[in-house]
């Protein structure tokens, strides 16, 4: 996993690149961890340039979400596409996750 | 100094026009290469430049396997790539397995959590089997579950990450990290196993852990925990077998 991270106004937008999968565990928990010292109260994850993810890279997301939204924050998703959006649609991820097209 | 008694030059008496068995050691001592090939009956290569007839088999065995290994190995000609970590014995018996697959892969835990398997498996089948790309992406998504969990749960038996915080993701990588330090953990194997039938192409996933009884999980508690549910939702057809050491997914054409 790769990412970028850009912040405008109240909002904080996090490109995430390549491929989110179990190994990328210690990178994004060091991602959340620096996301939390931003103060933006909007916290978008694009994944356009996302092309693979896996249940956990799901759970990693779901992670990021729990936190985020326990320090008040508002977590949005945004750019799936592909394989990333196939996987969200199989595992329902729009029930429980908001989701921007 | 040459070599006065190169592996290559000792094929097994098969018979004319039959198909043999080569294999290419990479990363692996010679003598080494050269007494698996003999228990196999086999014609040992310790590099790539060897020709073979059209109906030979070709199996690449890898002492340090990195992605480009596993990437040669999985495609034609060869059918299947192999660590060599373990003794002589029990490495023929991974050969004759392999033969006994159109496609497979046999690695260590410790290979297995840095190389991208499932990547290099579909674009193995991809050769032999024109695939469009939803079923491209269902096979690397099942087959890619599958190995992370005979990875994770099947051989480094560690749990699923019971609650959604980062102080538990921590914790999983710890224990990842510390099971991956030892032996009796990483050394254990996964094994990938394809073969094609007309309409369909099976894979089988194999782990060496304690077995598995996979449990479909609803809700969000669960940070890990939904691979099977994905598996089950793109394959054709799912079975736990071997008391849970072996998951084998069926996947239309």
Redesign the interface.
């Known amino acids: 996993m790769e990412y970028a991270s850009e912040a405008a106004d109240d909002r904080l937008v996090v490109r995430l690149q390549a491929r989110l999968?179990?190994?990328d565990?210690?990178a994004?928990?060091a991602m959340?961890?620096e996301l939390q010292t931003q103060d933006a109260r909007d916290v978008i994850f694009d994944l356009t340039a996302l092309n693979?993810i896996?249940?956990?890279g799901?759970?990693?997301l779901?992670?990021a979400?729990?936190?985020l939204q326990t320090n008040g924050r508002r977590f949005v998703l945004r750019g799936a596409q592909?394989?990333v959006r196939?996987?969200f649609d199989?595992?329902r991820l729009s029930q429980?996750v908001t989701i921007e097209t | 100094m040459s070599d006065p008694h190169p592996p290559g030059v000792t094929p097994a008496p098969f018979p004319l026009g039959l198909p043999r068995l080569h294999l290419r050691g990479k990363d692996m001592p010679q003598e080494r290469l050269r007494r698996v090939a003999q228990e196999c009956q086999a014609i040992a290569h310790t590099d790539a430049e060897f020709s073979h007839a059209s109906n030979d088999r070709l199996i690449l065995l890898a002492g340090h396997p990195q992605q480009e290994d596993l990437d040669l190995g999985v495609a034609p000609p060869y059918s299947a790539c192999i660590e060599d970590d373990r003794d002589p014995l029990r490495l023929t018996r991974d050969i004759q397995q392999a033969l006994a697959s159109d496609l497979s892969v046999s690695l260590s835990t410790a290979s297995a959590?840095?190389l991208l398997i499932a990547q290099a498996v579909v674009r193995g089948i991809a050769v032999h089997r024109p695939l469009q790309e939803?079923v491209r992406?269902n096979i690397?998504?099942a087959v890619?579950?599958a190995v992370?969990n005979a990875l994770?749960h099947g051989n480094l038996q560690i749990d699923s990450?019971a609650r959604?915080?980062?102080d538990?993701?921590?914790e999983?990588?710890e224990q990842?990290s510390c099971r991956l330090n030892d032996p009796d953990y990483s050394r254990r194997r996964i094994d990938i196993r394809v073969a094609f039938e007309p309409n369909e192409v099976v894979v089988d996933v194999i782990d060496e852990g304690e077995g598995y009884s996979p449990v479909v999980r609803h809700g969000?508690t669960?940070?890990?925990?939904?691979?099977i549910?994905?598996i089950i939702?793109?394959a054709k057809e799912v079975d736990v077998l071997d008391g849970g050491w072996r998951i084998r997914m069926r996947f239309a054409l």
């Open positions: 999968t179990f190994n565990h210690a994004f928990r959340i961890e693979f896996d249940s956990a799901l759970g990693m779901l992670i979400r729990e936190e592909g394989q196939r996987v199989v595992a429980v | 959590n840095r939803d992406q690397e998504l890619h579950e992370t994770i990450i959604l915080s980062t538990a993701l921590a999983f990588s990842l969000e669960s940070a890990f925990g939904r691979g549910d994905l939702a793109v």
